[in-house]
């Protein structure tokens, strides 16, 4: 048995053992300060097989968009969307009344026709 090369070896390994732990605290430091830091608001990503879909609005000659089903409903019920709006998604040839795209025929459904004119009273 060697002592100096036992000495040599045992000097070697804890170099070796303080560089390791020198390198795992720099790791901890960046894994704390990443839990530390606030995390971005991000939206949930689509629920899987459902697909995002986007349409721009025509209002006076103008496009607006895109919005999707939840805002095209919301303007729907304000009045701000009528079967007789035209509209455009990504994959049509052109822009189109939204009465006429199957995909929201069912957001005019639920929206009662106007009410007749009342008769004149005799």
Known sequence: MNPAGMMMG???GGAMGG???NMMNGMGQAQQQAMQQ????MAPPPMPGAVNVTYMVS????QFGPYNMQQLQQM???GQLTAQTYVWKQGMANWDLAGNVQELATLFGAVPPPMPPTPPMP
């Open 10 to 12: 045992m000097a070697m």
């Open 19 to 21: 560089q390791m732990a």
């Open 38 to 41: 606030p995390q971005q608001q």
């Open 59 to 62: 209002v006076n000659g103008q």
């Open 76 to 78: 729907v019920q304000n």
